[in-house]
């Protein structure tokens, strides 16, 4: 199992930027496919982005490319979500998850393990 711990949300005014961190523990990190789903008010959750166990590969829901930026350091067992120009759209509860390896990130389910959330807002 692997557990992850999201940090980095707050508010910020829209045009902004945020960055989120996801801290993983548990088993090898790189054993995991990641990704960054969120669910804003009264609405589903949403697949956000995604990136495969090396950071080589990542994957971007339309909503988001050009503006968000998934990444990860193996070696610090933690994944992250540069968000730049943000919209008051964008404002939800972010949680990152994790899947096994060799599932394909362009799949946006999935995924076994789930964070508590960090929570971004953004106002217009």
């Known amino acids: 199992q692997v557990q992850l711990v999201e940090s980095g949300g707050g508010l910020v005014q829209a045009g902004g930027s945020l960055r989120l961190s996801c801290a993983a523990s548990g088993r090898t990190f790189s054993s995991y496919a990641m990704g960054w789903h969120r669910q804003a008010p009264g609405k589903e959750r949403e697949f956000v982005a995604a990136?495969?166990?090396?950071?080589?590969?990542?994957y971007y829901a339309d909503s988001v490319k050009g503006r968000f930026t998934i990444s990860r350091d193996n070696a610090k067992n933690t994944v992250y979500l540069q968000m730049n120009s943000l919209k008051p759209e964008d404002t939800a509860v972010y949680y990152c998850a994790a899947k096994g390896a060799k599932r394909s990130i362009l799949d946006p389910t999935g995924y076994d393990y789930w964070g508590q959330g960090a929570q971004v807002t953004v106002s217009s």
């Open positions: 990136i495969n166990w090396s950071g080589t590969s990542t």
